[in-house]
Protein backbone atom coordinates (compact mmCIF):
# COMPACT_ATOMS: atom_id res chain seq x y z
CA UNK A 1 0.00 0.00 0.00
CA UNK A 2 1.56 3.63 -0.81
CA UNK A 3 0.53 7.16 0.91
CA UNK A 4 -2.21 7.93 -1.85
CA UNK A 5 -3.36 4.20 -1.06
CA UNK A 6 -3.73 4.78 2.54
CA UNK A 7 -5.34 8.35 2.42
CA UNK A 8 -8.03 7.14 0.04
CA UNK A 9 -8.90 4.94 2.83
CA UNK A 10 -8.81 7.42 5.47
CA UNK A 11 -10.67 9.90 4.04
CA UNK A 12 -13.64 7.38 3.22
CA UNK A 13 -13.41 6.13 6.98
CA UNK A 14 -13.23 10.47 8.15
CA UNK A 15 -16.09 11.14 5.51
CA UNK A 16 -18.55 8.46 7.16
CA UNK A 17 -17.11 9.40 10.52
CA UNK A 18 -18.35 12.85 9.95
CA UNK A 19 -21.72 12.09 8.94
CA UNK A 20 -22.57 10.29 12.25
CA UNK A 21 -21.01 12.69 14.18
CA UNK A 22 -22.47 15.62 12.52
CA UNK A 23 -26.09 13.91 12.94
CA UNK A 24 -25.38 13.66 16.83
CA UNK A 25 -24.29 17.32 17.13
CA UNK A 26 -27.62 18.43 14.96
CA UNK A 27 -29.71 16.58 17.50
CA UNK A 28 -30.83 14.06 15.31
CA UNK A 29 -30.90 9.91 15.00
CA UNK A 30 -27.22 8.63 15.26
CA UNK A 31 -25.50 5.45 15.76
CA UNK A 32 -22.87 5.33 18.55
CA UNK A 33 -21.86 2.13 17.46
CA UNK A 34 -20.94 3.27 13.78
CA UNK A 35 -19.43 6.19 15.37
CA UNK A 36 -17.01 3.39 17.74
CA UNK A 37 -16.60 1.16 15.06
CA UNK A 38 -15.50 3.91 12.35
CA UNK A 39 -12.76 5.47 15.32
CA UNK A 40 -11.62 1.51 15.25
CA UNK A 41 -11.04 1.06 11.85
CA UNK A 42 -9.50 4.57 11.82
CA UNK A 43 -7.24 3.99 14.51
CA UNK A 44 -6.18 0.64 12.91
CA UNK A 45 -5.27 2.88 9.81
CA UNK A 46 -2.83 5.32 12.05
CA UNK A 47 -1.17 2.51 13.38
CA UNK A 48 -0.47 1.29 9.38
CA UNK A 49 0.99 4.58 8.85
CA UNK A 50 3.06 5.02 11.96
CA UNK A 51 4.72 1.47 11.66
CA UNK A 52 5.35 1.91 7.81
CA UNK A 53 5.76 5.26 6.86
CA UNK A 54 7.80 8.33 7.59
CA UNK A 55 7.12 11.01 5.50
CA UNK A 56 5.58 13.62 5.19
CA UNK A 57 6.02 15.18 8.44
CA UNK A 58 2.51 17.43 7.93
CA UNK A 59 0.23 14.09 7.56
CA UNK A 60 2.64 12.30 10.32
CA UNK A 61 1.27 15.06 12.82
CA UNK A 62 -1.81 15.05 11.33
CA UNK A 63 -2.19 10.98 11.65
CA UNK A 64 -1.12 11.35 15.30
CA UNK A 65 -4.52 13.32 16.12
CA UNK A 66 -6.51 10.90 14.36
CA UNK A 67 -4.49 7.85 16.47
CA UNK A 68 -5.43 9.99 19.50
CA UNK A 69 -8.93 10.72 18.75
CA UNK A 70 -10.09 7.50 17.40
CA UNK A 71 -8.57 5.94 20.33
CA UNK A 72 -10.57 8.36 22.94
CA UNK A 73 -13.62 8.52 20.75
CA UNK A 74 -15.66 6.18 23.64
CA UNK A 75 -14.39 8.85 26.37
CA UNK A 76 -15.68 12.10 24.16
CA UNK A 77 -19.05 10.58 23.72
CA UNK A 78 -19.24 9.61 27.09
CA UNK A 79 -18.64 13.02 28.10
CA UNK A 80 -21.01 14.17 25.78
CA UNK A 81 -24.11 11.68 26.84
CA UNK A 82 -23.30 12.44 31.26
CA UNK A 83 -22.88 16.23 30.07
CA UNK A 84 -26.53 15.91 28.53
CA UNK A 85 -27.96 13.51 31.16
CA UNK A 86 -25.94 14.82 34.18
CA UNK A 87 -25.69 18.89 33.69
CA UNK A 88 -29.52 19.10 33.96
CA UNK A 89 -31.77 21.70 35.97
CA UNK A 90 -34.82 21.53 37.92
CA UNK A 91 -35.86 24.82 36.15
CA UNK A 92 -37.65 24.37 32.81
CA UNK A 93 -37.13 26.44 29.15
CA UNK A 94 -39.76 25.57 26.76
CA UNK A 95 -41.75 23.21 29.38
CA UNK A 96 -38.28 20.94 29.77
CA UNK A 97 -35.52 20.78 32.29
CA UNK A 98 -32.46 23.16 31.55
CA UNK A 99 -29.72 21.11 30.46
CA UNK A 100 -26.25 21.99 29.11
CA UNK A 101 -27.67 22.25 25.79
CA UNK A 102 -30.43 24.74 26.03
CA UNK A 103 -28.42 26.50 29.05
CA UNK A 104 -27.53 29.78 26.42
CA UNK A 105 -31.19 30.17 25.29
CA UNK A 106 -32.46 29.98 28.69
CA UNK A 107 -30.28 32.39 29.58
CA UNK A 108 -30.40 34.92 26.92
CA UNK A 109 -34.24 34.53 27.55
CA UNK A 110 -34.91 34.65 31.67
CA UNK A 111 -34.76 38.11 33.32
CA UNK A 112 -34.91 36.83 36.67
CA UNK A 113 -30.89 37.43 37.46
CA UNK A 114 -31.85 35.15 40.87
CA UNK A 115 -32.91 32.36 38.57
CA UNK A 116 -29.79 32.25 36.12
CA UNK A 117 -27.69 32.37 39.27
CA UNK A 118 -29.05 28.97 40.69
CA UNK A 119 -29.05 27.28 37.45
CA UNK A 120 -25.38 28.62 36.92
CA UNK A 121 -24.59 27.55 40.31
CA UNK A 122 -26.13 23.77 39.89
CA UNK A 123 -24.43 23.66 36.86
CA UNK A 124 -20.91 24.41 38.40
CA UNK A 125 -22.03 21.90 41.34
CA UNK A 126 -22.75 18.77 38.97
CA UNK A 127 -19.40 19.65 36.88
CA UNK A 128 -18.48 16.82 39.74
CA UNK A 129 -20.16 13.82 37.28
CA UNK A 130 -18.30 15.47 34.16
CA UNK A 131 -14.76 16.04 35.68
CA UNK A 132 -13.66 12.76 36.18
CA UNK A 133 -14.28 11.86 32.59
CA UNK A 134 -12.47 14.94 31.13
CA UNK A 135 -9.15 14.41 33.64
CA UNK A 136 -9.16 10.61 32.42
CA UNK A 137 -9.12 11.48 28.65
CA UNK A 138 -6.54 14.30 28.44
CA UNK A 139 -4.36 11.42 30.60
CA UNK A 140 -5.09 9.34 28.08
CA UNK A 141 -4.47 11.75 25.26
CA UNK A 142 -0.84 12.60 26.88
CA UNK A 143 -0.11 8.77 27.09
CA UNK A 144 -0.78 8.23 23.36
CA UNK A 145 0.94 11.56 22.07
CA UNK A 146 4.03 9.31 24.00
CA UNK A 147 3.20 6.17 22.32
CA UNK A 148 2.59 7.51 18.90
CA UNK A 149 5.76 9.44 18.52
CA UNK A 150 7.39 6.48 20.38
CA UNK A 151 5.97 4.26 17.41
CA UNK A 152 7.38 6.04 14.94
CA UNK A 153 10.66 7.09 15.92
CA UNK A 154 11.28 3.14 16.38
CA UNK A 155 10.42 3.38 12.64
CA UNK A 156 12.83 6.10 11.68
CA UNK A 157 16.32 4.34 10.60
CA UNK A 158 18.04 7.57 11.11
CA UNK A 159 18.81 10.27 13.25
CA UNK A 160 19.32 12.49 10.79
CA UNK A 161 16.04 11.96 9.03
CA UNK A 162 13.59 14.98 8.27
CA UNK A 163 11.47 12.71 10.68
CA UNK A 164 13.42 12.69 13.24
CA UNK A 165 13.87 16.37 13.05
CA UNK A 166 10.40 17.41 13.98
CA UNK A 167 11.28 16.45 17.67
CA UNK A 168 13.86 18.61 18.02
CA UNK A 169 12.24 21.63 19.44
CA UNK A 170 9.75 19.80 21.52
CA UNK A 171 11.81 18.00 23.71
CA UNK A 172 12.48 15.03 21.71
CA UNK A 173 8.74 14.38 21.75
CA UNK A 174 5.41 15.48 20.68
CA UNK A 175 2.52 16.19 22.88
CA UNK A 176 -0.83 17.72 22.43
CA UNK A 177 0.88 21.49 23.01
CA UNK A 178 3.88 20.89 20.89
CA UNK A 179 1.56 19.29 18.46
CA UNK A 180 -0.58 22.04 18.55
CA UNK A 181 2.20 25.02 18.22
CA UNK A 182 3.51 23.16 15.49
CA UNK A 183 -0.11 23.03 13.25
CA UNK A 184 0.31 26.56 14.18
CA UNK A 185 4.02 27.16 13.02
CA UNK A 186 4.65 29.39 16.15
CA UNK A 187 7.46 28.66 18.70
CA UNK A 188 5.68 28.07 22.42
CA UNK A 189 7.47 31.71 23.58
CA UNK A 190 5.78 33.61 20.92
CA UNK A 191 2.36 32.18 21.29
CA UNK A 192 2.97 33.25 25.24
CA UNK A 193 4.09 36.27 24.16
CA UNK A 194 1.43 37.07 21.62
CA UNK A 195 -1.50 35.82 24.12
CA UNK A 196 0.05 37.63 27.45
CA UNK A 197 0.19 41.10 25.25
CA UNK A 198 -3.79 40.47 23.73
CA UNK A 199 -4.82 40.13 27.26
CA UNK A 200 -2.87 42.70 28.74
CA UNK A 201 -3.83 45.02 26.56
CA UNK A 202 -7.44 44.24 26.79
CA UNK A 203 -7.31 44.12 30.49
CA UNK A 204 -7.72 47.41 31.54
CA UNK A 205 -10.21 48.91 28.92
CA UNK A 206 -12.54 45.62 29.20
CA UNK A 207 -12.99 46.19 33.13
CA UNK A 208 -13.86 49.44 32.70
CA UNK A 209 -15.86 48.84 29.56
CA UNK A 210 -17.59 46.35 31.50
CA UNK A 211 -18.88 48.42 34.76
CA UNK A 212 -20.24 51.32 32.40
CA UNK A 213 -22.06 48.58 30.23
CA UNK A 214 -23.30 46.58 33.47
CA UNK A 215 -24.88 49.58 34.65
CA UNK A 216 -26.78 50.54 31.58
CA UNK A 217 -27.96 46.27 30.33
CA UNK A 218 -28.43 45.10 34.19
CA UNK A 219 -28.36 48.11 36.42
CA UNK A 220 -26.07 46.70 38.63
CA UNK A 221 -22.52 45.14 38.85
CA UNK A 222 -21.62 42.13 36.26
CA UNK A 223 -21.37 38.80 38.73
CA UNK A 224 -19.90 35.07 38.21
CA UNK A 225 -22.98 34.23 36.65
CA UNK A 226 -23.24 36.96 34.07
CA UNK A 227 -20.35 35.17 31.39
CA UNK A 228 -19.28 35.61 28.61
CA UNK A 229 -21.94 34.20 26.34
CA UNK A 230 -24.75 35.62 28.54
CA UNK A 231 -23.80 39.10 27.98
CA UNK A 232 -22.94 38.14 23.78
CA UNK A 233 -27.25 37.82 23.80
CA UNK A 234 -27.98 40.10 26.59
CA UNK A 235 -25.95 43.29 25.07
CA UNK A 236 -28.06 43.38 22.03
CA UNK A 237 -31.80 42.87 23.11
CA UNK A 238 -32.31 46.33 22.65
CA UNK A 239 -31.38 45.58 19.10
CA UNK A 240 -34.21 42.95 18.92
CA UNK A 241 -36.46 45.09 16.83
CA UNK A 242 -34.11 46.46 14.49
CA UNK A 243 -33.05 42.27 13.30
CA UNK A 244 -35.73 40.02 14.01
CA UNK A 245 -36.71 40.60 10.42
CA UNK A 246 -33.56 40.00 8.97
CA UNK A 247 -33.35 36.11 8.02
CA UNK A 248 -29.14 35.40 8.55
CA UNK A 249 -29.07 32.26 5.85
CA UNK A 250 -30.72 34.37 3.27
CA UNK A 251 -28.42 37.37 3.81
CA UNK A 252 -25.42 35.27 3.65
CA UNK A 253 -26.38 33.30 0.86
CA UNK A 254 -26.45 37.07 -0.94
CA UNK A 255 -23.03 37.78 0.04
CA UNK A 256 -22.07 34.09 -1.08
CA UNK A 257 -23.67 34.61 -4.31
CA UNK A 258 -21.98 37.76 -5.13
CA UNK A 259 -18.49 36.39 -4.34
CA UNK A 260 -18.94 33.33 -6.55
CA UNK A 261 -19.01 30.87 -3.35
CA UNK A 262 -20.24 27.49 -4.91
CA UNK A 263 -23.66 27.53 -2.43
CA UNK A 264 -24.41 23.91 -3.30
CA UNK A 265 -21.64 22.35 -1.84
CA UNK A 266 -23.31 24.27 1.70
CA UNK A 267 -26.36 23.17 3.50
CA UNK A 268 -27.75 25.00 6.59
CA UNK A 269 -29.71 23.56 9.39
CA UNK A 270 -31.51 26.29 11.62
CA UNK A 271 -34.29 23.80 13.43
CA UNK A 272 -34.07 24.49 17.12
CA UNK A 273 -33.92 20.64 18.26
CA UNK A 274 -33.46 20.15 22.60
CA UNK A 275 -30.27 17.76 21.92
CA UNK A 276 -28.77 20.09 19.09
CA UNK A 277 -25.58 21.42 20.02
CA UNK A 278 -25.85 24.73 21.79
CA UNK A 279 -23.05 26.82 19.63
CA UNK A 280 -22.94 27.21 16.10
CA UNK A 281 -20.50 25.03 14.54
CA UNK A 282 -19.70 23.91 10.98
CA UNK A 283 -19.03 20.55 9.67
CA UNK A 284 -16.25 19.57 7.43
CA UNK A 285 -17.87 16.17 5.73
CA UNK A 286 -16.15 16.17 2.78
CA UNK A 287 -13.80 18.66 1.36
CA UNK A 288 -14.68 20.63 -0.40
CA UNK A 289 -17.89 18.93 -1.89
CA UNK A 290 -20.14 18.85 1.48
CA UNK A 291 -20.13 21.23 3.76
CA UNK A 292 -22.82 21.35 6.98
CA UNK A 293 -23.63 24.76 9.09
CA UNK A 294 -25.76 24.07 12.19
CA UNK A 295 -27.12 26.51 14.70
CA UNK A 296 -30.22 26.61 16.46
CA UNK A 297 -31.55 30.70 17.42
CA UNK A 298 -30.41 32.23 20.52
CA UNK A 299 -31.30 35.81 19.85
CA UNK A 300 -31.72 37.65 16.20
CA UNK A 301 -27.96 39.64 16.44
CA UNK A 302 -26.03 37.09 17.62
CA UNK A 303 -27.75 34.58 14.95
CA UNK A 304 -26.74 36.91 12.25
CA UNK A 305 -23.21 36.93 13.20
CA UNK A 306 -22.99 32.98 14.46
CA UNK A 307 -24.85 31.65 11.01
CA UNK A 308 -21.69 34.54 9.15
CA UNK A 309 -19.34 33.13 11.26
CA UNK A 310 -19.85 29.43 10.39
CA UNK A 311 -20.99 30.48 6.89
CA UNK A 312 -16.55 31.89 6.61
CA UNK A 313 -15.62 28.46 7.22
CA UNK A 314 -17.88 27.10 4.75
CA UNK A 315 -16.66 29.41 1.75
CA UNK A 316 -13.40 28.13 3.09
CA UNK A 317 -13.81 24.47 3.13
CA UNK A 318 -15.64 24.42 0.03
CA UNK A 319 -12.98 26.21 -1.94
CA UNK A 320 -10.11 23.64 -1.07
CA UNK A 321 -8.91 22.44 -4.22
CA UNK A 322 -10.07 18.40 -4.02
CA UNK A 323 -7.07 17.32 -6.86
CA UNK A 324 -4.42 18.20 -3.57
CA UNK A 325 -3.10 15.84 -1.03
CA UNK A 326 -5.69 14.58 1.68
CA UNK A 327 -4.06 15.93 4.10
CA UNK A 328 -3.20 19.33 2.92
CA UNK A 329 -7.13 19.81 2.73
CA UNK A 330 -7.89 18.57 6.03
CA UNK A 331 -5.21 19.03 8.28
CA UNK A 332 -5.75 23.06 8.10
CA UNK A 333 -4.31 24.67 11.23
CA UNK A 334 -7.13 26.14 13.35
CA UNK A 335 -5.35 29.55 13.43
CA UNK A 336 -5.89 29.70 9.62
CA UNK A 337 -9.68 27.81 9.50
CA UNK A 338 -10.80 30.26 11.39
CA UNK A 339 -9.58 33.57 9.70
CA UNK A 340 -12.11 33.47 7.07
CA UNK A 341 -15.33 32.61 9.78
CA UNK A 342 -14.30 35.57 11.59
CA UNK A 343 -13.28 38.30 8.30
CA UNK A 344 -17.76 37.09 7.58
CA UNK A 345 -18.85 37.77 10.71
CA UNK A 346 -16.93 41.16 10.64
CA UNK A 347 -19.70 42.14 8.17
CA UNK A 348 -22.11 42.03 10.63
CA UNK A 349 -20.02 44.54 12.52
CA UNK A 350 -19.60 46.85 9.97
CA UNK A 351 -21.15 50.14 9.27
CA UNK A 352 -21.20 49.45 5.55
CA UNK A 353 -22.70 46.84 5.08
CA UNK A 354 -25.31 47.12 7.88
CA UNK A 355 -26.28 50.56 6.24
CA UNK A 356 -25.91 49.39 2.30
CA UNK A 357 -26.66 45.93 2.33
CA UNK A 358 -29.11 45.10 5.70
CA UNK A 359 -30.71 48.51 5.56
CA UNK A 360 -29.94 49.57 8.91
CA UNK A 361 -29.14 54.06 8.49
CA UNK A 362 -30.24 55.00 12.23
CA UNK A 363 -27.05 56.72 13.44
CA UNK A 364 -28.12 56.13 16.99
CA UNK A 365 -28.62 52.37 16.22
CA UNK A 366 -25.01 52.04 14.54
CA UNK A 367 -22.83 54.16 16.76
CA UNK A 368 -24.52 52.11 19.75
CA UNK A 369 -23.87 48.50 18.62
CA UNK A 370 -19.84 49.89 17.44
CA UNK A 371 -19.95 50.55 21.13
CA UNK A 372 -21.33 47.23 22.34
CA UNK A 373 -19.68 45.33 19.53
CA UNK A 374 -15.98 46.71 20.77
CA UNK A 375 -17.07 45.43 24.32
CA UNK A 376 -17.75 42.29 22.81
CA UNK A 377 -14.21 42.60 21.05
CA UNK A 378 -12.60 43.63 24.41
CA UNK A 379 -14.36 40.69 26.49
CA UNK A 380 -13.55 38.09 23.75
CA UNK A 381 -9.75 38.56 24.08
CA UNK A 382 -9.69 39.15 27.83
CA UNK A 383 -11.65 35.57 28.10
CA UNK A 384 -10.13 33.86 25.89
CA UNK A 385 -6.48 35.24 26.50
CA UNK A 386 -7.54 33.58 30.55
CA UNK A 387 -8.70 30.15 28.12
CA UNK A 388 -5.06 30.03 26.17
CA UNK A 389 -2.83 30.20 29.37
CA UNK A 390 -4.80 28.14 31.44
CA UNK A 391 -4.99 25.26 28.84
CA UNK A 392 -1.69 25.20 27.58
CA UNK A 393 -0.29 25.39 31.33
CA UNK A 394 -2.94 22.53 31.92
CA UNK A 395 -0.39 20.46 29.15
CA UNK A 396 2.94 21.96 29.97
CA UNK A 397 3.01 21.67 33.78
CA UNK A 398 0.71 18.56 33.88
CA UNK A 399 -2.22 19.67 35.99
CA UNK A 400 -4.65 18.35 38.13
CA UNK A 401 -8.40 18.84 37.97
CA UNK A 402 -8.23 20.91 40.82
CA UNK A 403 -5.10 22.93 39.92
CA UNK A 404 -6.78 23.41 36.87
CA UNK A 405 -9.98 24.87 38.56
CA UNK A 406 -7.51 27.07 40.58
CA UNK A 407 -5.59 28.60 37.65
CA UNK A 408 -8.70 29.43 35.35
CA UNK A 409 -10.37 31.22 38.67
CA UNK A 410 -7.17 32.95 38.74
CA UNK A 411 -6.70 34.40 34.81
CA UNK A 412 -10.05 34.81 34.41
CA UNK A 413 -9.83 37.36 37.26
CA UNK A 414 -7.01 38.35 36.14
CA UNK A 415 -7.78 39.45 33.24
CA UNK A 416 -11.77 40.15 33.30
CA UNK A 417 -12.41 41.61 36.60
CA UNK A 418 -15.06 38.31 37.59
CA UNK A 419 -14.25 36.18 40.41
CA UNK A 420 -15.93 33.10 38.55
CA UNK A 421 -15.87 29.53 40.19
CA UNK A 422 -12.85 27.91 38.29
CA UNK A 423 -14.98 24.39 37.53
CA UNK A 424 -16.68 26.57 35.11
CA UNK A 425 -14.60 25.75 32.40
CA UNK A 426 -15.38 22.41 32.13
CA UNK A 427 -19.10 23.57 31.28
CA UNK A 428 -17.16 25.26 27.90
CA UNK A 429 -17.76 24.20 24.68
CA UNK A 430 -14.51 24.06 23.38
CA UNK A 431 -11.76 23.80 26.74
CA UNK A 432 -13.27 20.65 28.15
CA UNK A 433 -13.25 18.34 24.68
CA UNK A 434 -10.61 20.23 22.45
CA UNK A 435 -6.79 19.92 23.28
CA UNK A 436 -6.09 23.65 22.71
CA UNK A 437 -7.95 25.51 19.74
CA UNK A 438 -8.91 28.59 22.13
CA UNK A 439 -5.72 30.58 21.07
CA UNK A 440 -6.91 30.19 17.21
CA UNK A 441 -9.16 32.30 17.95
CA UNK A 442 -7.25 35.22 18.85
CA UNK A 443 -4.59 33.96 15.79
CA UNK A 444 -7.08 34.29 13.73
CA UNK A 445 -9.07 37.45 15.20
CA UNK A 446 -5.45 39.52 14.17
CA UNK A 447 -5.48 37.95 11.03
CA UNK A 448 -9.45 38.39 10.36
CA UNK A 449 -8.43 42.05 10.43
CA UNK A 450 -5.73 42.22 8.35
CA UNK A 451 -7.31 40.20 5.68
CA UNK A 452 -10.32 42.84 5.73
CA UNK A 453 -7.62 45.80 5.50
CA UNK A 454 -5.92 44.15 2.35
CA UNK A 455 -9.30 43.35 0.59
CA UNK A 456 -10.54 46.71 1.67
CA UNK A 457 -6.91 48.59 -0.04
CA UNK A 458 -7.48 46.20 -3.44
CA UNK A 459 -11.08 45.80 -3.72
CA UNK A 460 -12.76 49.00 -1.75
CA UNK A 461 -14.18 49.37 1.37
CA UNK A 462 -17.54 47.29 0.07
CA UNK A 463 -14.94 44.66 -1.27
CA UNK A 464 -17.94 42.10 -0.21
CA UNK A 465 -19.95 43.25 -3.32
CA UNK A 466 -17.22 42.82 -5.60
CA UNK A 467 -16.68 39.60 -7.44
CA UNK A 468 -12.99 39.89 -7.83
CA UNK A 469 -13.02 40.24 -4.06
CA UNK A 470 -14.06 36.49 -3.71
CA UNK A 471 -12.33 35.09 -7.08
CA UNK A 472 -9.14 36.33 -4.64
CA UNK A 473 -10.56 34.66 -1.70
CA UNK A 474 -11.13 31.78 -3.50
CA UNK A 475 -7.33 31.79 -4.69
CA UNK A 476 -6.12 31.85 -1.36
CA UNK A 477 -7.89 29.02 0.24
CA UNK A 478 -7.66 26.85 -2.98
CA UNK A 479 -4.30 25.48 -1.94
CA UNK A 480 -5.88 23.96 1.64
CA UNK A 481 -2.54 24.25 4.38
CA UNK A 482 -0.38 25.42 1.84
CA UNK A 483 -1.86 29.36 1.93
CA UNK A 484 0.25 31.92 1.56
CA UNK A 485 -0.17 34.08 4.88
CA UNK A 486 2.39 36.29 4.28
CA UNK A 487 0.37 37.51 1.32
CA UNK A 488 -1.48 39.72 4.03
CA UNK A 489 -0.79 38.91 7.43
CA UNK A 490 2.09 39.90 9.85
CA UNK A 491 0.04 38.78 13.04
CA UNK A 492 -0.07 42.60 14.27
CA UNK A 493 -2.07 42.43 17.12
CA UNK A 494 -1.84 45.93 17.23
CA UNK A 495 -3.32 46.61 14.76
CA UNK A 496 -6.65 44.43 15.63
CA UNK A 497 -6.28 45.65 18.97
CA UNK A 498 -6.58 49.75 17.71
CA UNK A 499 -9.80 49.11 16.27
CA UNK A 500 -10.98 47.85 19.54
CA UNK A 501 -9.92 49.83 22.33
CA UNK A 502 -11.32 53.33 22.60
CA UNK A 503 -8.60 56.05 23.30
Known sequence: MNISQWCNIDEC???????????????????????????????????????????????????????VDSSTKNLELKLHDIRTKKIVSNYKFNDKKINWNTWRQFNNIE???????????????????????????????RSLYLTATTIHQSNSSSSNSSSSSIYMDYGNQLNPLSGYLMNEKITYTKFIDFVEHMGDKARNPFKRSLQQVSQEILKRNAEYYDDFYFFRNRIYKDFENTFKHINPVKEVKKILKILDFNLNRINFDIEDRENKYPS?????????????????????????QGCFHESGHAMHASSINPEIEYWKKY????????????????????????????????????????????????????FYSANSLMKSSFWKDHLSIEDSNSLYSKLVKDFTGIEIPGEYWMLHHILPEATMYVPSYLFAAVRAKELDAHLQNNFGE??????????????????????????????????????????
Request: proline letters at 3%.
Open 13 to 67: LLTAENDEIYKKYAGLEYSKESILSLADLRLLNSELFLKNYKEPIDLFVSVIENF
Open 111 to 141: KDSHKRKKVFDEFIEKTKYISPIIYNRFEKI
Open 462 to 503: AWWKNKEAGKYLQQIMFSGTDIDLSLFSKLDSDLYLKEIIST
Open 331 to 382: HISMGVAEIFSILLERLTKNEIFLKSTLGIDDSNVLDELKSRNNFMELFFVA
Open 280 to 304: PICFFVKIPYDIRILYKPESPYFDL
